[in-house]
Protein backbone atom coordinates (compact mmCIF):
# COMPACT_ATOMS: atom_id res chain seq x y z
CA UNK A 1 0.00 0.00 0.00
CA UNK A 2 1.62 3.21 -0.60
CA UNK A 3 1.93 5.88 2.21
CA UNK A 4 0.18 9.30 1.84
CA UNK A 5 1.84 12.12 1.21
CA UNK A 6 1.41 16.44 2.19
CA UNK A 7 2.23 18.75 -0.20
CA UNK A 8 2.65 21.96 1.27
CA UNK A 9 5.95 23.49 1.31
CA UNK A 10 8.02 25.60 3.94
CA UNK A 11 10.78 28.58 3.80
CA UNK A 12 12.78 30.82 5.50
CA UNK A 13 11.56 34.03 5.60
CA UNK A 14 14.84 35.79 4.71
CA UNK A 15 16.25 33.55 2.07
CA UNK A 16 13.28 32.05 0.10
CA UNK A 17 13.23 33.01 -3.14
CA UNK A 18 10.73 32.42 -5.82
CA UNK A 19 12.43 31.07 -9.13
CA UNK A 20 11.68 32.54 -12.62
CA UNK A 21 12.18 29.47 -14.45
CA UNK A 22 9.61 28.70 -17.21
CA UNK A 23 10.35 24.99 -16.71
CA UNK A 24 8.57 24.86 -12.93
CA UNK A 25 4.83 24.41 -13.00
CA UNK A 26 1.81 22.12 -11.41
CA UNK A 27 2.77 18.46 -13.43
CA UNK A 28 1.77 18.12 -16.67
CA UNK A 29 0.50 21.78 -16.89
CA UNK A 30 0.47 24.91 -18.69
CA UNK A 31 0.98 28.58 -17.83
CA UNK A 32 -2.87 29.96 -16.74
CA UNK A 33 -3.81 32.99 -19.28
CA UNK A 34 -3.34 35.85 -16.40
CA UNK A 35 -6.47 36.44 -14.36
CA UNK A 36 -8.06 33.44 -15.90
CA UNK A 37 -8.82 31.49 -12.56
CA UNK A 38 -10.26 34.29 -10.81
CA UNK A 39 -10.91 32.59 -7.83
CA UNK A 40 -7.76 31.00 -7.38
CA UNK A 41 -6.22 32.66 -4.03
CA UNK A 42 -2.67 32.19 -2.90
CA UNK A 43 -1.85 31.33 1.26
CA UNK A 44 1.35 32.72 2.68
CA UNK A 45 1.26 31.25 5.99
CA UNK A 46 3.65 33.21 8.53
CA UNK A 47 5.68 31.61 11.74
CA UNK A 48 8.89 33.24 13.25
CA UNK A 49 11.24 33.02 10.78
CA UNK A 50 9.28 31.05 8.46
CA UNK A 51 6.79 30.26 6.41
CA UNK A 52 4.57 28.00 3.78
CA UNK A 53 2.70 28.37 1.35
CA UNK A 54 -0.54 26.61 0.36
CA UNK A 55 -3.54 27.77 -2.52
CA UNK A 56 -6.83 28.02 -1.85
CA UNK A 57 -10.08 29.18 -3.17
CA UNK A 58 -12.47 32.16 -2.63
CA UNK A 59 -15.93 31.50 -1.76
CA UNK A 60 -17.25 34.58 -0.66
CA UNK A 61 -15.79 38.01 0.02
CA UNK A 62 -14.87 37.31 3.56
CA UNK A 63 -13.58 33.12 3.18
CA UNK A 64 -11.03 31.25 1.61
CA UNK A 65 -11.26 27.34 1.51
CA UNK A 66 -8.17 25.75 2.22
CA UNK A 67 -6.78 22.24 3.49
CA UNK A 68 -6.90 21.60 6.98
CA UNK A 69 -3.24 20.70 7.39
CA UNK A 70 -2.17 23.79 5.80
CA UNK A 71 -3.42 25.40 9.35
CA UNK A 72 -2.88 22.89 11.48
CA UNK A 73 0.45 23.80 12.03
CA UNK A 74 2.34 24.65 15.69
CA UNK A 75 3.17 28.20 15.79
CA UNK A 76 1.19 29.58 12.86
CA UNK A 77 0.89 33.61 13.70
CA UNK A 78 -0.97 34.42 10.77
CA UNK A 79 -1.75 34.33 6.62
CA UNK A 80 -1.71 37.04 4.00
CA UNK A 81 -3.67 35.63 1.48
CA UNK A 82 -3.18 36.94 -2.11
CA UNK A 83 -6.36 37.14 -4.67
CA UNK A 84 -5.93 38.71 -8.09
CA UNK A 85 -2.46 37.34 -8.42
CA UNK A 86 -0.82 36.03 -11.75
CA UNK A 87 2.86 36.06 -11.21
CA UNK A 88 3.06 35.46 -7.21
CA UNK A 89 6.58 36.90 -7.14
CA UNK A 90 5.56 40.19 -7.69
CA UNK A 91 3.16 42.81 -6.52
CA UNK A 92 0.96 42.96 -9.42
CA UNK A 93 -1.47 45.95 -9.29
CA UNK A 94 -4.15 42.80 -10.14
CA UNK A 95 -4.01 41.51 -6.48
CA UNK A 96 -5.21 42.01 -3.01
CA UNK A 97 -3.12 41.07 -0.41
CA UNK A 98 -4.77 40.60 3.07
CA UNK A 99 -3.55 39.75 6.16
CA UNK A 100 -5.63 37.67 8.85
CA UNK A 101 -5.30 35.49 12.11
CA UNK A 102 -8.76 33.91 11.71
CA UNK A 103 -8.91 30.65 10.46
CA UNK A 104 -10.45 27.46 11.78
CA UNK A 105 -9.97 23.52 10.86
CA UNK A 106 -12.19 20.58 10.39
CA UNK A 107 -13.00 19.74 14.27
CA UNK A 108 -12.58 16.05 12.88
CA UNK A 109 -9.23 16.97 11.29
CA UNK A 110 -6.52 14.05 11.92
CA UNK A 111 -2.88 14.53 10.91
CA UNK A 112 -2.26 10.53 10.19
CA UNK A 113 -4.91 10.10 7.68
CA UNK A 114 -6.16 13.41 6.66
CA UNK A 115 -9.45 12.58 7.37
CA UNK A 116 -11.45 16.28 7.04
CA UNK A 117 -8.26 18.15 5.46
CA UNK A 118 -11.14 20.87 5.55
CA UNK A 119 -10.14 24.59 6.87
CA UNK A 120 -11.53 27.93 6.03
CA UNK A 121 -9.94 31.55 6.41
CA UNK A 122 -11.42 34.93 7.50
CA UNK A 123 -10.50 37.61 5.38
CA UNK A 124 -11.19 41.02 7.55
CA UNK A 125 -11.21 43.46 4.97
CA UNK A 126 -13.80 41.31 2.27
CA UNK A 127 -12.40 40.63 -1.28
CA UNK A 128 -13.07 43.28 -4.04
CA UNK A 129 -14.68 41.81 -6.47
CA UNK A 130 -13.57 42.35 -9.86
CA UNK A 131 -12.62 41.51 -13.43
CA UNK A 132 -9.79 39.80 -12.27
CA UNK A 133 -11.08 38.47 -8.56
CA UNK A 134 -14.23 36.25 -8.25
CA UNK A 135 -15.61 33.64 -6.70
CA UNK A 136 -16.14 29.82 -7.10
CA UNK A 137 -19.60 28.16 -6.82
CA UNK A 138 -19.88 26.20 -4.37
CA UNK A 139 -21.71 22.36 -5.23
CA UNK A 140 -25.18 22.43 -3.88
CA UNK A 141 -26.91 20.37 -1.82
CA UNK A 142 -28.19 17.81 -4.91
CA UNK A 143 -24.82 17.33 -5.95
CA UNK A 144 -23.98 15.50 -3.26
CA UNK A 145 -25.23 12.19 -4.90
CA UNK A 146 -22.98 13.38 -7.44
CA UNK A 147 -19.65 11.32 -7.88
CA UNK A 148 -18.75 13.46 -10.66
CA UNK A 149 -16.83 10.10 -12.44
CA UNK A 150 -15.55 10.91 -15.72
CA UNK A 151 -15.82 14.83 -16.00
CA UNK A 152 -13.23 16.65 -16.68
CA UNK A 153 -11.99 19.46 -13.94
CA UNK A 154 -8.83 21.46 -13.87
CA UNK A 155 -6.37 21.98 -10.73
CA UNK A 156 -4.54 24.61 -10.41
CA UNK A 157 -2.16 26.47 -8.29
CA UNK A 158 1.81 27.47 -7.73
CA UNK A 159 3.40 24.03 -7.22
CA UNK A 160 6.29 22.12 -7.90
CA UNK A 161 6.88 20.44 -11.56
CA UNK A 162 7.92 17.49 -9.98
CA UNK A 163 9.85 15.45 -6.91
CA UNK A 164 13.17 16.77 -7.87
CA UNK A 165 12.04 20.65 -8.23
CA UNK A 166 13.33 22.75 -5.43
CA UNK A 167 10.76 25.55 -6.01
CA UNK A 168 7.44 26.88 -6.76
CA UNK A 169 6.30 28.92 -9.58
CA UNK A 170 6.57 32.41 -10.11
CA UNK A 171 3.21 32.20 -12.67
CA UNK A 172 0.01 30.03 -11.97
CA UNK A 173 -0.64 27.01 -13.63
CA UNK A 174 -3.41 24.64 -14.11
CA UNK A 175 -3.71 21.36 -15.45
CA UNK A 176 -6.73 19.45 -17.17
CA UNK A 177 -7.57 15.88 -15.45
CA UNK A 178 -10.40 13.86 -15.18
CA UNK A 179 -12.26 12.62 -11.96
CA UNK A 180 -12.12 8.87 -11.40
CA UNK A 181 -14.33 6.29 -8.97
CA UNK A 182 -12.96 6.13 -5.25
CA UNK A 183 -13.00 2.75 -6.13
CA UNK A 184 -10.27 2.94 -9.02
CA UNK A 185 -8.21 5.55 -6.38
CA UNK A 186 -8.23 3.21 -3.83
CA UNK A 187 -6.10 0.68 -5.22
CA UNK A 188 -3.29 3.15 -4.36
CA UNK A 189 -4.50 4.43 -1.44
CA UNK A 190 -6.52 1.62 0.58
CA UNK A 191 -8.67 3.05 3.55
CA UNK A 192 -7.34 6.40 3.42
CA UNK A 193 -10.12 7.51 0.45
CA UNK A 194 -13.10 7.43 2.05
CA UNK A 195 -16.29 8.51 0.60
CA UNK A 196 -15.35 12.38 1.76
CA UNK A 197 -12.63 12.24 -0.54
CA UNK A 198 -12.54 12.97 -4.72
CA UNK A 199 -9.58 11.94 -6.78
CA UNK A 200 -8.65 12.62 -10.07
CA UNK A 201 -6.61 10.22 -12.11
CA UNK A 202 -2.82 10.41 -12.41
CA UNK A 203 -2.38 9.70 -16.59
CA UNK A 204 0.25 11.07 -18.44
CA UNK A 205 1.62 12.63 -14.82
CA UNK A 206 -0.96 15.37 -14.78
CA UNK A 207 -1.57 16.51 -11.57
CA UNK A 208 -0.52 18.34 -8.28
CA UNK A 209 3.00 18.70 -6.93
CA UNK A 210 4.54 20.55 -3.36
CA UNK A 211 2.81 23.89 -3.00
CA UNK A 212 -0.41 22.74 -4.24
CA UNK A 213 -2.06 22.04 -1.09
CA UNK A 214 -5.61 23.32 -0.02
CA UNK A 215 -5.82 24.33 -3.95
CA UNK A 216 -8.87 24.09 -6.17
CA UNK A 217 -10.12 20.68 -8.45
CA UNK A 218 -12.79 22.94 -10.08
CA UNK A 219 -15.61 20.71 -12.58
CA UNK A 220 -18.89 21.97 -14.35
CA UNK A 221 -17.76 25.44 -12.92
CA UNK A 222 -17.93 24.60 -9.41
CA UNK A 223 -15.53 23.77 -6.75
CA UNK A 224 -15.70 19.79 -5.86
CA UNK A 225 -12.46 19.51 -4.59
CA UNK A 226 -9.44 20.93 -2.24
CA UNK A 227 -6.15 19.02 -2.89
CA UNK A 228 -5.51 16.76 -0.13
CA UNK A 229 -2.50 14.64 -0.89
CA UNK A 230 -0.72 12.27 -2.89
CA UNK A 231 1.18 9.13 -3.21
CA UNK A 232 4.58 8.55 -1.79
CA UNK A 233 5.76 7.88 -5.37
CA UNK A 234 5.83 11.23 -5.80
CA UNK A 235 4.40 14.31 -7.65
CA UNK A 236 5.41 13.01 -11.42
CA UNK A 237 5.00 8.86 -10.52
CA UNK A 238 1.69 8.93 -12.32
CA UNK A 239 -0.75 7.95 -9.55
CA UNK A 240 -4.32 9.72 -8.38
CA UNK A 241 -4.17 12.71 -6.62
CA UNK A 242 -6.77 13.04 -3.41
CA UNK A 243 -8.71 16.10 -2.63
CA UNK A 244 -11.32 16.64 0.10
CA UNK A 245 -14.55 16.22 -1.61
CA UNK A 246 -16.37 19.50 -0.82
CA UNK A 247 -20.07 18.52 -1.17
CA UNK A 248 -19.09 16.11 1.70
CA UNK A 249 -18.84 19.41 4.13
CA UNK A 250 -21.64 22.42 3.01
CA UNK A 251 -22.69 21.74 6.39
CA UNK A 252 -19.57 22.54 8.09
CA UNK A 253 -19.34 25.18 5.34
CA UNK A 254 -22.30 26.60 6.17
CA UNK A 255 -22.14 27.03 9.86
CA UNK A 256 -18.33 28.46 9.63
CA UNK A 257 -18.44 31.10 7.38
CA UNK A 258 -21.40 33.24 5.44
CA UNK A 259 -21.49 30.97 2.23
CA UNK A 260 -25.22 30.29 1.00
CA UNK A 261 -25.78 26.46 0.23
CA UNK A 262 -28.63 26.25 -1.89
Same mark, same amino acid.
Given at each position: ?????????????????????????????????????????????????????????????? +??? =?? @???????? !? #?? &?????? /????????????????????????????????????? +??? =?? @???????? !? #?? &?????? /???????????????????????????????????????????????????????????????????????????????????????????????????????????????????????
Amino acid at each position: MNEIVLIFITFSLVTAQLTSSEDVRIVGGHEAPRNSLRYQAALRLLYDGTSSFCGGSLITRR +YVL =TA @AHCLNEDG !L #IS &LEVILG /AHNIGHRESTQQRILTSTFKFHEGYSDETLVNDLGIV +YLP =TP @ANLNQYVQ !L #IT &LPSRAD /ASNSFVGSQAIVSGWGYISQSATDITDVLRYVNVYIISNDVCKQTFNSFVRNSNICSGGVGKKGVCFGDSGGPLVASGKLVGVISFISNGGCDAGDPNVMSRVSSFLDWIAANSDAVIS
